[in-house]
């Protein structure tokens, strides 16, 4: 048995190295570590070594991996009709659609179903060009709203950037900064697009003030207001959606990640009827086959209900508030180590000296069976982003490890 497990892995690194790397060093199968199951909070390696997952698939399992109500629901649906005819009216989609209505904040009632974030965010600034008759956009450093050429245009990463350009007209401002805001939208601005928390950059929450104020200057100078919650949404920050913690009800929402359940790829992004008037005088101006799927959109509608269900996000309000205060003690035992500790709900970010240390104190986890990484704009900061399941006693499991792993690193 062990033997064929060997041999398994022995041809997913090579298969790995040979068809799918990008990095000019092959991985080596010494430290091959092979995905095979999940459950809950917990993932395990095909030789049944079980890791705390303590990253949630960089925010897509909120109700952890495989939630049975979920499963459940998918399955039937796969037994009926898997995909969709593209053609007749989908009960599934329409009514996943009806829920999301009862959710987003404001009068957000259109839905447009897609699979991934950045196809929501590219959906999002068409739709913005669209109904402004602008073409300009505002967006902020070190922030992410994905890599098609689009969204890639309002990532505010030059790294990710450069060898792509020239890319749509965008001016990027610092996050959180008011005043730089003032200056940057204007009459020409289709729209301002922003994280509620930067969560790529670094988990940057922004002052109280900011997402008010950009209601305020988008509203004041015509320009619309893209909130993506792609990473924060569906509980993760505390509130169903980050923007509901400030009342701020963006024109545009985006939404992907978590949405449905850690089972089947979705996204979407909402609007106004006023706004979607816009797509009348075409409505393929935007389209996407596999977006409305029924079996995305069924493991959609159950999230919601789950969410509410079992309190998930109460849980990561008060897990999270745990999680921060724990944390911020052992930053106060490893002061040089550990720079800063912040985040909101269950997204919580640990800012190490340096990139190298960060990445050496996350293997330390790793060794440990508890999965962190770095944040993709700011390889400093270890993210946190555990399943919104997830009970204080694994949560104290994970800080046992952290001061392990921190008084480690500590003595090198
Ligand atoms: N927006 C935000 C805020 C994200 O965090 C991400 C992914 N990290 C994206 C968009 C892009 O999502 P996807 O990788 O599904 O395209």
């Known amino acids: 048995m062990h033997q064929e497990k060997d041999a398994a892995v022995a041809e997913c690194v090579e298969s790995f190295n040979r068809y799918l790397s990008r990095w000019p060093e092959p991985r080596s199968l010494d430290d091959a570590v092979v995905e095979w199951e999940g459950e809950g909070c917990f993932v395990r390696d095909i030789y049944g070594r079980e890791f705390l997952d303590c990253l949630g698939g960089f ?239 069924t493991a959609a509608a159950i999230t919601i209900e789950v969410l509410q269900d079992e309190g998930l996000i109460e849980n990561s309000a008060s897990v999270g508030r745990y999680l921060l205060s724990g944390l911020l003690e052992l930053q106060r035992k490893f002061t040089s180590l550990v720079q800063d500790v912040r985040g909101r709900g269950l997204l919580i970010g640990l800012e190490i000296a340096d990139a190298r240390r960060g990445a050496s104190i996350a293997k330390r986890l790793f060794d440990r069976n508890v999965l962190v990484a770095h944040t993709l704009n700011k390889p400093e900061v270890l993210r946190i982003e555990p399943p919104l399941i997830i009970t204080k006693a694994l949560i104290d499991r994970a800080l046992e490890a952290f001061a392990e792993s921190l008084k480690e690193e500590s003595r090198m």
């Open 59 to 297: 925010g897509i399992f909120a109700l952890g991996h495989r939630h049975p109500r979920v499963i459940a629901a998918v399955k039937t649906q796969l037994d009926r009709l898997a995909l969709h005819s593209q053609w007749l009216l989908n009960p599934v989609a329409a009514e996943a659609a009806r829920r999301l209505a009862s959710i987003t904040p404001g009068n957000l009632q259109k839905t447009f179903w897609c699979s991934t974030g950045t196809e929501a965010v590219e959906g999002g600034l068409k739709l913005a060009r669209l109904y402004t008759g602008r073409k300009k956009f505002v967006s902020t450093w070190n922030s992410f709203h994905g890599k098609t050429l689009g969204s890639l245009s309002v990532t505010g990463r030059d790294q990710f950037r450069k060898p792509f350009e020239p890319l749509l007209e965008t001016s990027f401002v610092p996050y959180g900064d008011v005043a730089a805001l003032e200056h940057a939208v204007d009459s020409q601005t289709a729209a301002l697009i922003l994280e509620p928390v930067q969560g790529e950059g670094g988990v940057n929450v922004p002052p109280e003030d900011y997402l008010p104020a950009a209601r305020r200057l988008c509203t004041e100078r015509g320009a619309l207001l893209i909130l993506d919650e792609v990473q924060t949404g569906f509980g993760r920050t505390g509130a169903m959606f980050d923007c509901n913690h400030s009342r701020v009800v963006p024109d545009i929402l985006c939404l992907g990640k978590a949405m449905s359940g850690g089972v089947i790829p979705c996204a979407a992004f909402h609007s106004t009827d006023e706004i979607w008037r816009a797509f009348h005088p075409n409505p393929f101006y935007h389209t996407s086959t596999f977006g409305a799927n029924p079996l995305a959109t």
